[in-house]
């Protein structure tokens, strides 16, 4: 494949779109922190049963990974 071809297949092919805009980028972090850092404190409470403390310990670390992730491409870090 020669360069005119490459070419040719770059410029038909569609732009990409990202399902969250980027304007939206810091909204989701901002939810997906507070989420994780409630949940974790829920989990952290003797008042809950057993079963709802590990529920909300499993789930709180993958609310703080997206948000830590979304936080990083709102200040521009494209990871």
């Not at 490459?6 to 507070?34: F, G």
């Not at 003797?46 to 499993?58: D, E, Q």
Request: proline letters at 5%; a negative charge.
């Amino acid at each position: 494949m020669n360069y005119e071809q490459a070419n040719a297949i770059w410029e038909s092919a569609t732009p990409y779109v990202p399902s969250i805009s980027i304007d939206q980028h810091s909204t989701v972090a901002a939810t997906c922190l507070v989420l994780a850092l409630s949940l974790l404190g829920f989990s952290t409470t003797s008042i809950s049963s057993p079963i709802v403390r590990t529920a909300s310990a499993l789930i709180s670390p993958l609310f703080f990974g997206f948000g830590a992730l979304y936080l990083l491409l709102a200040a521009g870090v494209y990871v």
